[in-house]
């Protein structure tokens, strides 16, 4: 049985790939931008005199491709995941302060409809 796909997970992005989709799947799983670790990638290469390159082809073959469920997401799901993967405790907080502001939010409607408002009693009562 095989196991679900995993959105932290490094997979190569054959879609957006150049090459094997090294660069995009390493732009993905880190949330920074393809241009740059293209260019990094490449600096790399130079760096090392192209002893860095065996090291590319062998993650570009071991290395799984992005799953169909993962290449469907919308770009705000693909931006929440990078984030995730940069920094899971600020990402953690962010969630954490939506989940607050929806809970105050959630107790202003609440307040509003218990007390006593003959404005909404009578919108009510020409409801029925």
Same mark, same amino acid.
């Given at each position: 049985?095989? @196991?679900?796909?995993?959105?932290?997970? *490094?997979?190569?992005?054959?879609?957006? #790939?150049?090459?094997?989709?090294?660069?995009?799947?390493?732009?993905?799983?880190? &949330?920074?931008?393809?241009? /740059?670790?293209? =260019?990094?990638?490449? &600096? %790399?290469? *130079?760096?090392?005199? &192209?002893? =860095?390159?065996?090291?590319? *082809?062998?993650?570009?073959?071991? %290395?799984?491709?992005?799953?169909?469920?993962?290449?469907?997401?919308?770009?705000?799901?693909?931006? *929440?995941? @990078? #984030?995730?993967? @940069?920094?899971?405790?600020?990402?953690?907080?962010?969630?954490? #302060?939506?989940?607050?502001?929806?809970?105050?939010? /959630?107790?202003?409607?609440?307040?509003?409809?218990?007390?006593?408002?003959?404005?909404?009693?009578?919108? =009510?009562?020409?409801?029925?």
């Amino acid at each position: 049985m095989p @196991q679900p796909a995993s959105r932290t997970k *490094f997979y190569l992005d054959k879609r957006h #790939g150049k090459v094997m989709g090294v660069c995009s799947g390493i732009a993905n799983y880190t &949330g920074m931008d393809v241009s /740059l670790v293209r =260019i990094m990638v490449v &600096g %790399a290469v *130079f760096m090392s005199g &192209g002893s =860095i390159l065996p090291l590319y *082809f062998i993650a570009g073959y071991i %290395a799984d491709d992005e799953p169909r469920e993962l290449a469907l997401e919308n770009k705000e799901d693909k931006e *929440f995941w @990078q #984030g995730v993967r @940069q920094s899971p405790a600020r990402t953690a907080r962010d969630i954490r #302060g939506r989940l607050r502001e929806i809970d105050r939010r /959630l107790g202003d409607i609440e307040s509003y409809v218990t007390t006593e408002n003959r404005s909404l009693a009578r919108e =009510i009562e020409e409801l029925r």
